[in-house]
């Protein structure tokens, strides 16, 4: 049985294995990487589809603005397993994912993505003709749902990153990581020669 549920910190190395087996290194290059580059996902708004204790599916959405004082949610990346495609997973965490957002209050979602897929959960490129991406994008593929009737009306302008900012490491504790990981090491290799 699949249960989708927020995100924790210990699904980062599958949601990030799961990303690259979809999506391959490409998905770095992307322009929506850009909005979601240094900074967190909207609170609350990281899901993961789990089977029998794996992670097969994740979405997360991201806080920016379409174009100045009209926040948004960007929505992205939504992957599944390739060997589990065709079950469903991908429409559930989307309605999930759109569900949860409604519920906390936020007022549109905005994606980058295959408009047919997407039209099924009421996703369209009429909202954002007057929106633009920091960098190189498809405008047919950059779609709005507007969670709230006029959420989008006049949404113009640059869509820009406006979430949390990534804590990043102290240098020092990296440093310091770096030489116990020397040190184990070097244990290590003292006791296999002894």
Same mark, same amino acid.
Request: charged share 25%.
């Given at each position: 049985?699949? !249960?989708?549920?927020?995100?924790?910190?210990?699904?980062?190395?599958?949601?990030?294995?799961?990303?690259?087996?979809?999506?391959? +290194?490409?998905? %770095?290059?992307?322009?929506?990487? $850009?909005?979601?580059?240094?900074?967190?996902?909207?609170?609350? /708004?990281?899901?993961?589809?789990?089977?029998?204790?794996?992670?097969?599916?994740?979405?997360? /959405?991201? #806080?920016?603005?379409?174009?100045?004082?009209? &926040?948004?949610?960007?929505?992205?990346? /939504? +992957?599944?397993?390739?060997?589990? =495609?065709?079950?469903?997973?991908?429409?559930?965490? @989307?309605? $999930?994912?759109?569900? =949860?957002? =409604? @519920? %906390?209050? #936020?007022?549109?979602?905005?994606?980058?993505?295959?408009?047919?897929?997407?039209?099924?959960?009421?996703?369209?490129?009429?909202?954002?003709?007057?929106?633009? @991406?920091?960098? $190189? %994008? &498809?405008?047919?593929? /950059?779609?709005?749902?507007?969670? !709230?009737?006029?959420?989008?009306?006049?949404?113009?302008?640059?869509?820009?990153?406006?979430?949390?900012?990534?804590?990043?490491?102290?240098? !020092?504790?990296?440093?310091?990581?770096?030489? &116990?990981?020397?040190?184990? !090491?070097? =244990?290590?290799?003292?006791?296999?020669?002894?």
């Amino acid at each position: 049985m699949v !249960n989708i549920r927020e995100e924790k910190a210990s699904d980062a190395a599958a949601r990030e294995a799961l990303l690259d087996a979809a999506y391959g +290194a490409a998905r %770095f290059a992307k322009t929506s990487e $850009r909005l979601r580059e240094g900074r967190l996902p909207a609170e609350r /708004l990281s899901l993961v589809a789990v089977e029998d204790g794996r992670v097969i599916g994740t979405v997360r /959405l991201w #806080h920016v603005t379409a174009g100045p004082g009209c &926040d948004a949610l960007l929505l992205g990346p /939504l +992957a599944v397993d390739p060997a589990c =495609r065709k079950r469903g997973i991908g429409s559930a965490l @989307m309605r $999930r994912a759109i569900a =949860r957002a =409604r @519920m %906390f209050g #936020h007022r549109a979602i905005l994606l980058v993505g295959d408009a047919p897929y997407y039209a099924r959960f009421g996703f369209s490129a009429v909202a954002t003709a007057d929106l633009w @991406m920091p960098g $190189r %994008f &498809d405008q047919g593929r /950059l779609l709005a749902l507007a969670l !709230n009737p006029g959420a989008l009306e006049g949404a113009r302008g640059l869509i820009s990153a406006t979430g949390k900012v990534a804590p990043k490491p102290d240098l !020092n504790t990296l440093i310091a990581a770096r030489g &116990d990981s020397r040190r184990a !090491n070097a =244990r290590k290799l003292v006791q296999r020669a002894a």
